[in-house]
């Protein structure tokens, strides 16, 4: 691997020293939100996980290059740069290859993480299946790789724009556990709740770390969802975000958008009609699960030991 992958001076240090580390991913800088807001959050989130004991590796693909932690110019050109590619398990070698700049979705990110023997990731929601999805067979890969890959995810659940009881579903079927962090109710995103139950509840972070050394020593490949609800401050009404999230779907129907180019564009639609409160909500919520995350990790970090 070591022709693909590169480390940054802070995680190479991090390594030899022992210590957590906590992959970040880079889609959510490129595609996730504008600048300057973009790389304002992706440092705060790397302070963030510095704060709580473990070292940030923000994951993305540069000059033919896997980087495993980016230095500040890197950040800087990722969060400014009008062409990177959303880049998910099918780009990975083409973006390599062609020495375009890649930016990691959940599922790429989990893989490079895997290579870089990191078991730990924070993100904001992860993908799923989409609304009509028994049509349109629009299902996020973020789903195949939990089930594979021995990497757990923090996050604030599923975004609301899924079809949340299908993607439960389909993680049941791939045995991936679904924890809720402090509560029962599995989070949607930008609400706290759901109609939907998370798996199991924990409460505490030593008490994760646990259950994920367990699931790895027994050999029960694939990952863990770690279902971080947005603080209570921060959190949009339910019934209100489902019929802003029911009339962007209407819009980009409409407009003949689909694939990959659905989820940027309701998220984009969502921000303008909660005018400006979700892009609040979902700058939150990321560092709520970076705090939440890299204390797992630490936790994690000592059982490995």
Request: proline share 3%; with cysteine.
């Amino acid at each position: 691997m070591k022709k693909y992958l590169t480390y940054s001076q802070e995680v190479e240090q991090g390594m030899a020293q022992g210590k957590a580390i906590v992959a970040l991913e880079s889609t959510i800088i490129s595609h996730g939100m504008p600048y300057p807001q973009n790389i304002e959050m992706a440092r705060k989130v790397e302070q963030i996980i510095r704060d709580n004991g473990a070292v940030p590796a923000t994951i993305a693909i540069m000059d033919g290059k896997i980087k495993i932690g980016l230095s500040n110019e890197e950040l800087e050109t990722l969060a400014t740069s009008s062409n990177a590619r959303k880049t998910s398990r099918r780009d990975l070698p083409y973006v390599v290859a062609s020495k375009e700049i890649g930016a990691t979705t959940v599922a790429t990110t989990m893989i490079c993480a895997d290579l870089a023997g990191i078991q730990m990731f924070v993100t904001g929601g992860i993908g799923g299946v989409h609304r009509g999805a028994e049509t349109t067979m629009d299902i996020s890969a973020d789903l195949e790789e939990l089930a594979s890959t021995n990497v757990a995810v923090v996050c604030a659940g599923a975004k609301s724009i899924l079809d949340i009881g299908l993607t439960l579903e389909y993680l049941e079927t791939k045995g991936v556990p679904v924890v809720g962090f402090q509560t029962e109710a599995f989070p949607a995103f930008y609400t706290s709740t759901s109609p939907f139950k998370s798996d199991f509840r924990m409460d505490e972070e030593k008490e994760v770390a646990e259950m994920l050394n367990v699931k790895w020593e027994l050999g029960l490949n694939g990952g863990a969802i770690i279902a971080n609800p947005i603080p209570a401050e921060y959190s949009l009404d339910e019934e209100y975000m489902n019929r802003i999230i029911q009339t962007a779907l209407q819009e980009a129907e409409d407009n003949g958008i689909k694939g990959k180019d659905v989820t940027p564009f309701l998220l984009g639609k969502v921000k303008e009609l909660t005018e400006g409160k979700s892009l609040e909500s979902n700058i939150e919520l990321v560092y709520n699960n970076a705090r939440v995350g890299a204390k797992i990790a630490v936790e994690l970090n000592k059982l490995s030991k």
